[in-house]
């Protein structure tokens, strides 16, 4: 199988473009010491990202509020992110498909 030289430099190129935003900052940011307050914000971003992605289900697409309110509660006792989206994706599966 001959691979092209142009479609070899477009794969390279796009490894390159997705690769560096995910890499430069850990290389950056593993030569400082963050401030305690800084780590502490950080904690909430993946939370913080899960809210703006279920409130985004729910406004556009109609969901049910039952896997809605499910995925809630496990995230709120648990803070566990897989927890969450196991538990919100297999209350909205069973709802969806019964």
Known sequence: MDIRPEFLGLILACALVTAVPRVLPLVVLSRFQLPAWLLDWLR???????????????????????????????????????????????????????
Do not use: D
């Open 44 to 98: 909430f971003v993946p939370i913080a990202i899960l809210g703006a992605l279920l409130s985004l289900e729910v406004s556009l697409a109609t969901a049910p509020l039952a896997g809605v309110a499910t995925a809630l509660a496990v995230a709120a006792l648990t803070r566990s992110i897989l927890g969450t989206v196991l538990a919100g994706v297999a209350v909205y599966g069973l709802l969806l498909y019964l």
